[in-house]
């Protein structure tokens, strides 16, 4: 795990430091996690889940350029927070979405 100085945010399955995001149970089949830095990151969104849009995903790809890591809870979470980075978009679904997609595009602002 990389730990860049201080913990900003961590719910369990997204841990937010003063390098980047750490997305927990990432990867399938061995559920290894990715870190992504705020360089990186092109945009960070909202998004409300439905029915026919990830709610009911618990792991793996949702479109075709999305990928959302592990979450036995997502079907009980309403909002996402989307990464767009260069090719796959993470998708993932914190506690508290709106407080991330907040910090990370004060992290985001800050490195620019």
């Known amino acids: ?3 860049n100085g201080e913990v900003i945010y961590d719910d369990g399955l997204v841990r937010l430091d ?3 995001v750490t997305l927990r149970y990432y990867y399938f089949p061995f559920a290894t996690k990715k870190f992504v830095p705020y360089n990186r990151i092109r945009a960070v969104d909202t ?3 439905g029915n026919w849009n990830g709610r009911w995903r618990l792991w793996g790809a949702s479109w075709i350029d ?3 890591p592990l979450d036995v809870m997502r079907p009980k979470k309403d909002t996402a927070v989307v990464l ?3 090719r796959i978009s993470p998708v993932f679904t914190p506690d508290d979405p709106d407080l991330v997609a907040h910090l990370i595009r ?3 602002a800050a490195q620019q």
Do not use: H
């Open 84 to 86: 767009t980075l260069r």
């Open 1 to 3: 795990m990389r730990i």
């Open 66 to 68: 999305q990928w959302l």
């Open 18 to 20: 003063e390098a980047g």
């Open 47 to 49: 998004a409300v889940l």
């Open 106 to 108: 004060e992290r985001m």
